[in-house]
Nanobody, 120 residues
Framework: QVQLVESGGGLVQPGGSLRLSCAAS????????MAWYRQVPGKERDLVAT????????NYADSVKGRFTISRDNARNVVHLQMNSLKPEDTAVYYC?????????????WGQGTQVTVSS
């Protein structure tokens, strides 16, 4: 079992920056593909960014490319989402996700979410 705890959300003006963090419990962090999703009321949860287990590969939604950066610290069991040049349309609840990629395992874990509001 993996528990995920997000932090770093808040209110920021357009053009500003925020850094989200997600701390994972347990000893299998290096076996987890990590991702950030976001959701606004009444809409589906959308994928924002992913990072592979050994941080060798990242992927981003087109809407955040060039502005957001996902990274991970396997020594500290933490994944970050650096968000720059924020826009009002980035306002959402941001969720951390972890998928267990060990052979034969299917664990899929979610954090509780952290609110990001971009507004002047």
């Amino acid at each position: 079992q993996v528990q995920l705890v997000e932090s770093g959300g808040g209110l920021v003006q357009p053009g500003g920056s925020l850094r989200l963090s997600c701390a994972a419990s347990g000893s299998i962090f290096k076996s987890l593909r990590m991702a950030w999703y976001r959701q606004v009321p009444g809409k589906e949860r959308d994928l924002v960014a992913t990072i592979s287990r050994i941080a060798g590969s990242t992927n981003y939604a087109d809407s955040v490319k060039g502005r957001f950066t996902i990274s991970r610290d396997n020594a500290r069991n933490v994944v970050h989402l650096q968000m720059n040049s924020l826009k009002p349309e980035d306002t959402a609840v941001y969720y951390c996700n972890a998928k267990d990629q060990r052979w034969g395992r299917t664990g899929d874990y979610w954090g509780q979410g952290t609110q990001v509001t971009v507004s002047s």
